[in-house]
């Protein structure tokens, strides 16, 4: 097909011993998974540390030091998916009395797998489509099991019109209801913090929240859709000026709270990172070429 340009990968990428930490569950767990061998002064359970004068899990992070885990190299990931790439130009002929071109550009991918083993004990978890404080290594980053980018630029002239999709797939929290197993996908019915049923078939679930007065489901993030729209003025072979609007409809980040992440990845009840926070924003710039 003349103009049509396309690639697909298959990728397979393991890494033995990497530098990780434990994560939240895997510290937790092997404190209370062994709870009648644990004791305040196990050193499973010294990783705990609470407020010295009042016993408390929460608080001023100068007087409680929370979860404290050790970096190691012994550490496992493994991930494998797909990439698809698409690049398709055709000459229009004249448009408004200029000749016109169109560009397309995709640029896809699939998430079949991503494994994370922090330490050798901890569960093998897998944490494609998912959120949670255990989920998002490395760096933080959440992973959605589909994402793409498509470009459509439309030139006419010396004007370019280009409108840029984004997609991000949809997600839900991590549920680990047994850490002998990499995810539970039962019928047995649970609850969750404030005694609220789980819905569907989830072990374990957060806790609703509100926002604006309105119940906001923590579980659960839908897909994502964001469009930037581009305008580029090529005033002459030397000069252009180029107009941006991001985020062309507004669109919100989804609200998760502030205990659905780690601190660094889950700021302000969502994950910046990932989604934008910042909504409708206009940017301006020239270039000038010697």
Not at 188 to 193: D, F
Request: charged share 15%; with cysteine; net charge neutral.
């Amino acid at each position: 097909m003349p103009g049509l340009s396309a690639t697909i990968d298959y990728y397979h990428i393991k890494v033995n011993h990497a530098i990780t930490l434990p994560t939240p569950d895997d510290l937790i767990q092997a404190c209370f998974g062994n709870i009648t061998a644990a004791s305040a002064t196990d050193p499973a359970c010294t990783v705990i540390r609470r407020n010295t004068a009042t016993g408390a899990l929460e608080g001023n992070p100068l007087e409680v030091g929370g979860l404290f885990g050790i970096l190691t190299n012994s550490g496992k990931i493994t991930t494998d998916g797909v990439d698809v790439t698409l690049d398709y130009r055709r000459n229009l002929g004249t448009i408004l009395n200029a000749p016109a071109k169109l560009a397309i550009n995709f640029g896809g991918n699939w998430t079949h797998s991503q494994k994370f083993r922090a330490i050798p004990t901890s569960i093998n978890r897998e944490c494609v489509g998912l959120y949670s404080a255990n989920c998002g290594f490395p760096g933080g980053q959440l992973l959605p099991k589909y994402t793409f980018n498509e470009r459509t630029t439309l030139s006419l002239g010396r004007v370019d019109l280009s409108l840029l999709w984004r997609y991000i797939g949809k997600m839900r929290y991590e549920f680990a209801g047994d850490p002998n197993l990499e995810l539970f996908h039962g019928t047995v019915q649970s609850t969750n913090a404030a005694g609220v049923p789980c819905p569907g078939s989830i072990v374990f679930c957060s806790v609703p929240g509100t926002l604006n007065g309105a119940t906001v489901d923590f579980n659960h993030i839908k897909a994502h859709h964001y469009f930037d729209f581009t305008t580029r003025f090529n005033v002459n072979e030397h000069f252009d000026l180029t107009f941006t609007v991001m985020n062309l409809f507004d669109k919100d980040p989804p609200i998760v709270g502030n205990t659905a992440g780690s601190t660094s990845a889950n700021s302000g009840g969502t994950f910046p990172a990932l989604y934008d926070p910042l909504g409708r924003r206009f940017a301006a710039s020239a270039r000038i070429k010697f």
